[in-house]
């Protein structure tokens, strides 16, 4: 994701229902968030600091195993080789199954940050990832090459793929409220407030995540050593990352 607090509120029941099944969830924040405020005492050191221990503490009420921060300047990423290059060393050092990432995609208005880490991550992701010989020093260094399988792009105009998140509802709005520095005086009875309404409005109780959902084709070598895997080894086999 892009700034703090982008996976509470676009995902947040999807990670919360995830590390409540087990898996192994990753964060990877690319910028400080260091630009988000209206505050005139304020400077971007501090802002930053500030928003990545909510981050950290938004982290420990969802059960995110890690929250990998890199920093970056709010509002100045670029689609270039180096953050392209971090993402993809992230990716088959983690080895994650399935990637959350912006919708790069949608059309209108779309922060510029989104918008490039989105990019960026999708490039990543396919092909760069999967094939060995992009940034080739990753492998040198025993991160092999990966192939993901699944990407759920958050932001989509046109979702076709739903998770209910009604049952861990209570636990992503403590992850939100973990984000002072970002929501005002919003409390949780205005949260509870929020979803009165929108269970009126839409007459059912459900709340749902949508995404738009990207599966990725795996290679014939990929499957191959699938198949080469003894039994009693995929049997015993780790639940894997969900970034």
Known sequence: MAHPDDAEF???GTVAKWCAEGWHVVYVVVTGGDKGTHDPDMYPEKLAAIREEEQRQACRVLGVKDCILLGYPDGFTTDDQELRGQIVRLLRQHRPDVVIT??????GFN????????????????????????YERDEE????????????????????????VSEHWSKKVDAILCHASQIG????????????EQRKREGHDRVEERFRRWTIRRSPQADKDEDKKPEEDSAAEKAPARN
Do not use: M, Q
Not at 141 to 164: I, K, M, Q, R
Not at 185 to 196: I, K, N, S
């Open 111 to 134: 922060h510029r940050d989104h918008r490039n880490i989105g990019t960026l991550s999708s490039d990543a992701i396919y092909p760069l990832v999967r094939d060995r010989l992009f």
């Open 141 to 164: 260094d025993g991160h092999e090459a990966h192939e993901v399988n699944d990407v759920l792009l958050a932001g989509s105009e046109e979702p076709d793929y739903v998770v209910d």
């Open 10 to 12: 676009v995902c947040g």
């Open 185 to 196: 005086d919003r409390t949780r009875e205005d949260f509870v407030r929020g979803r009165e």
């Open 102 to 107: 912006w919708d790069a995609f949608k059309r």
